[in-house]
Each structure stands twice: as C-alpha cells, then as structure tokens.
C-alpha cells in the first residue's frame, strides 16, 4: 500500500509539482485547494502526511492544523507546513499549534521528498520493544500512544517521538543539539529554539505544574534531562 499524502495548496502550480514528485516517488496523493471542507475529507482519506500551506483563502493552514490536532482521527498525522513567510515567528507558532516540520518557499522538490521520506519512516520506525513503562508512564510504540497514569496523553507525532527518547533515557542530560540529532535526525530545518519549544508543549501534557516540572527538568545553560520517575 503506498504511502498516501495530502497537498493542502491553493496555488495549482505548486500544487501541481509537488503532486508530481510525490507521486514520482510512489506516494499516492490527493490535492486540496483550500481550507474549506478539507477537514471532513481528510478524516475519510485519513491521509498518512499532510503538506499544509499556511497561507490559504479562507481559513489559513494554522487554523486547519489546530483543526487535525483536535481531530479523533487525524490528531497524530504528521503536518509538513509550508509557507513564503520565513519569520521565526512563524515558524515558532506553526509548531506551537501542533506542526512537525515547516518549510519555506521556494523549496527543491528533493527537500521536500526528503522531509516526507524523514517523517514517514519515523511514523514506521519499529524500535523494540513494542511497550515501555518507567513511573507512571506507558508508552505504546506500536499504537504511538502514550498513558500518563492511565491517562492517555494527546500528542503529536514529534512530542511522541520526544517523549520516547526521554523516556529511554533516563537521568541523563541531553543538549539542543544532541536532541535535534536523535529526534529530529536529517530533518535539519529545524532550530534549537524548536526543541524548547516542543519541550513546553510536552511539559504542558506531562507535567502538573508546566513552569514547574518534575520530569522534565532544564539543565541550564545545557539543555534537558527526563527524571527517572522510578
Ligand atoms: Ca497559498
């Protein structure tokens, strides 16, 4: 079964190229010219990636996203955004609202394919072993989910896959760098300011205190350690 992956892009040239290499490369595709009705269809097409433009006709790419996050169906699908706006503010709150990945017009067809392949095989990627519990925490890597005192946690895929390297790595102090290199790997587009940022997201789901954290503790003038909880 190929990998589906839908184009969220009103622009029908640039929807059309990226179409074309997805499919090139053995994806199948499905393209939307607009926010309108996207979410409805998405849920039925339950595609496996979604390429989300931020700028749209009526309501933006941000919007849409914070709309898959808090669908039943959709909440862990990865979304790549694009956009001509390259301000780190932009960048900052598409990941705040739940993005995996950002990218910036104009981008190379074969960056575009390479984010796409980076983020698939992450959603695949069969690490052993399948359950793992430390404390109050279960995470269930075949379902990617994860229960909190047998609370189920709504995470995206990125703050999954940082969990999961925290949580496999106990007590030991990772920096920005280290981070972005084990979880993030070839997806270099990112910053280390974008691993703060989805250190608060995850603070924001785990800890009872955000600002106050008891797991995820800041290593300053370093980075970040989980805290066995065990
Ligand atoms: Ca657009």
Redesign the pocket.
Same mark, same amino acid.
């Given at each position: 079964m190929p990998k589906r992956i839908a184009i969220v /892009? *009103? /622009?029908a040239e640039l929807a059309a190229l990226i179409d074309y290499n997805l499919r090139r490369h053995g994806y199948g595709t499905q393209i939307f010219n607009g926010s309108k009705g996207t979410l409805k269809a998405l849920e039925q097409h339950k595609p496996d990636l979604v390429v989300l *433009?931020v700028?749209?006709p009526d309501t933006d790419g941000f919007e849409l996203c914070r709309q898959i996050r808090q669908s039943a169906v959709l909440s862990r699908t990865p979304v790549l955004f694009l956009t001509a706006r390259s301000d780190e503010v932009d960048r900052v709150l598409g990941l705040e609202i739940g993005g995996d990945d950002y990218m910036t017009k104009p981008f190379s067809p074969r960056e575009l394919i390479a984010r796409v392949k980076a983020h698939l095989r992450r959603e695949d990627m069969d690490v052993e072993p399948a359950a793992l519990e430390i404390g109050p925490f279960r995470l269930d890597r075949t379902g990617r989910r994860v229960f909190l005192a047998g609370r189920e946690l709504a995470l995206t895929s990125t703050e999954f896959n940082l969990l999961d390297f925290f949580v496999t790595h106990p007590g030991r102090a990772y920096s920005r760098e280290q981070l972005l290199e084990s979880v993030w790997g070839e997806l270099r587009n990112v910053t280390p300011r974008t691993v703060d940022v989805h250190v608060r997201r995850l603070r924001e789901q785990i800890e009872e205190q955000a600002e106050n954290p008891r797991y995820l503790t800041t290593v300053r003038g370093f980075g970040y350690r989980f805290e066995d909880p065990a």
């Open positions: /892009e *009103d /622009e *433009d700028m749209l």
